[in-house]
């Protein structure tokens, strides 16, 4: 009789997949939601930085204003997140 034996991964499970427990589900009081006059939430994207380390590209979400001036925006985290790149300087300028 041929016996299968599944390896567990990382996680515990033996097909990678987890329940979502109490710690995973959304809270409604979720840092940096913001509401606006029609309703809708949304965080506030000026707060969002990317960070890559070594290919390894994660999401970070700055809670204080130390943090904000300590780790400025970059022009590729305002393009992901669909914010303006163009330099204002530059938009003023006039061309003949």
Request: with cysteine; glycine share 8%.
């Amino acid at each position: 009789m041929n016996e299968i034996y599944t390896m567990p991964h990382t996680n515990g499970t033996t097909n990678g997949v987890t329940k979502r427990g109490v710690s995973q589900k959304i809270i409604n009081d979720a840092v940096g939601v913001v509401k606006s006059k029609e309703g809708h939430e949304k965080t506030d994207y000026s707060r969002w930085r990317l960070k890559d380390d070594r290919g390894c590209q994660t999401w970070h979400y700055l809670t204080s204003d130390e943090d904000i001036k300590a780790w400025p925006q970059s022009t590729a985290d305002k393009y992901f997140l669909g914010l303006d790149t163009v330099c204002l300087r530059l938009a003023r300028l006039s061309f003949p």
